[in-house]
C-alpha cells in the first residue's frame, strides 16, 4: 500500500523555468491538498481538492496552477518560479465524507530555485 | 484569520520524564484537533486526534482538550530519545475542512 506518493523528491530549477510537482494517491482519498512548509511560517496551504475537476484556493495561491483530472492525481505547477518559491512542499490527502479530518502526507518535495 | 499558536521551543527534557506540549486556537468553531510529528528533513505524521473535552490516551502519549479555554496539549510520558522532533498542533477550521497548522513545538529529549 503506497498511499501517498510526490516525485520528485528533490529539483533545482531556475528562476522564471515552469515546474510540475506531482502528487498521486492510491487510496481514493476524495480531498486532496498542496502545502508549502517554510522556516518561521509553518504548513500554508496553497490549493486544495474536494474531488476530481473541483479545486480552490487556500491561503497562498499565488503563482502555482493546480489541476485534478484522475481522483488519484493532483499535480501542482509554478507557471515561473521565483525564488521566493524555494521551500518543501507536502501534498496531503483526507477520506470524505465521514471522517474526521484527518489528513495524511506524503513525503515532500525540496524544491530550489536558483 | 483563524489561527493556531504554539510554543516555538526547543523544549528540552531528559530521557524518562514527561514532556507537555501546548497549543492554543482561535476559532470556537473547531471540532477535530490534531497531533502530528515531524522529524528532520520528513513528513508530517498523524500521531493523536481528539474531539471531545477530556483526556485520550495512546501509549505513551495523551491528548487533552478544553474548549471553553480553547486550548489542546499533548503529553509524552516516558520520553525517549526518539521523540525528538517538531510537534505540529493542526485544528479544523477551513471552509471545506481544512486544517490550520501551529508552527509546531521542537521538542529535544536528551539521554
Known amino acids: 500500500d503506497a498511499g501517498i506518493t510526490q516525485s520528485p523528491r528533490y529539483k533545482i530549477t531556475e528562476t522564471g523555468r515552469q515546474v510540475t510537482l506531482m502528487c498521486h494517491q492510491t487510496?481514493?482519498?476524495?480531498?486532496m491538498f498542496w502545502y508549502r512548509q517554510d522556516l518561521g511560517h509553518g504548513l500554508r496551504l496553497i490549493y486544495y481538492s474536494a474531488a476530481a475537476d473541483i479545486t480552490d484556493k487556500g491561503e497562498v495561491p499565488d503563482g502555482y496552477v493546480v489541476s485534478r483530472s484522475k481522483t488519484e492525481n493532483f499535480p501542482l505547477t509554478l507557471e515561473s518560479a521565483t525564488r521566493s518559491q524555494t521551500s518543501v512542499y507536502f501534498c496531503a490527502s483526507r477520506i470524505y465524507p465521514g471522517a474526521n479530518y484527518e489528513q495524511y502526507f506524503g513525503p515532500g518535495t525540496r524544491l530550489t530555485v536558483t | 484569520q483563524k489561527e493556531v499558536e504554539q510554543n516555538s521551543g526547543p523544549l528540552s527534557v531528559p530521557e524518562g520524564a514527561i514532556a507537555s506540549l501546548n497549543c492554543t486556537y482561535s476559532?470556537?468553531?473547531?471540532?477535530?484537533f490534531f497531533w502530528y510529528r515531524q522529524y528532520s528533513g520528513k513528513s508530517p505524521e498523524l500521531i493523536m486526534f481528539i474531539y471531545s473535552n477530556g483526556d485520550k490516551e495512546d501509549g505513551r502519549f495523551t491528548a487533552q482538550l478544553n474548549k471553553a479555554s480553547q486550548y489542546v496539549s499533548l503529553l509524552i510520558r516516558d520520553s525517549q530519545p526518539s521523540d525528538s522532533a517538531t510537534y505540529l498542533c493542526a485544528v479544523n477550521g477551513g471552509s471545506q475542512g481544512n486544517l490550520i497548522f501551529g508552527k509546531g513545538t521542537k521538542l529535544s529529549v536528551k539521554p
Open positions: 476559532d470556537r468553531g473547531s471540532q477535530s
Open positions: 487510496w481514493s482519498h476524495s480531498y
